[in-house]
């Protein structure tokens, strides 16, 4: 049975990596600030895609340079 503090321990490590890429991740998605206005669904939608792809190519690169795969 697995261990539920490991468990833990591992969402902690993974949280703890997606913040630490974070800035990087922003700044690849490149998206303008909201300026105050609020966005549509759609817009939202379209802005979280474009988050999240910009967070898979900011783990690739985290991953590259890092010498692992």
């Known amino acids: ?3 539920p503090a490991t468990g833990t321990s ?3 490590q993974k949280y703890r990596q997606f913040l630490d ?3 990087l991740t922003i700044s690849l998605a490149g998206l303008p600030t909201s300026e105050g206005r ?3 669904e ?3 939608e379209a802005r979280a895609i474009t ?3 910009a967070y898979k190519v ?3 690169l985290a991953r590259e ?3 692992g795969s």
Do not use: E, I, K, W
Request: proline share 4%; net charge negative; aromatic share 4%.
């Open 51 to 53: 988050v999240r792809l």
């Open 42 to 44: 759609d817009q939202l």
């Open 1 to 3: 049975m697995a261990d």
């Open 58 to 60: 900011a783990r690739n």
């Open 65 to 67: 340079c890092l010498g």
């Open 10 to 12: 591992d969402v902690q």
């Open 21 to 23: 890429l974070m800035p």
């Open 38 to 40: 609020l966005f549509s």
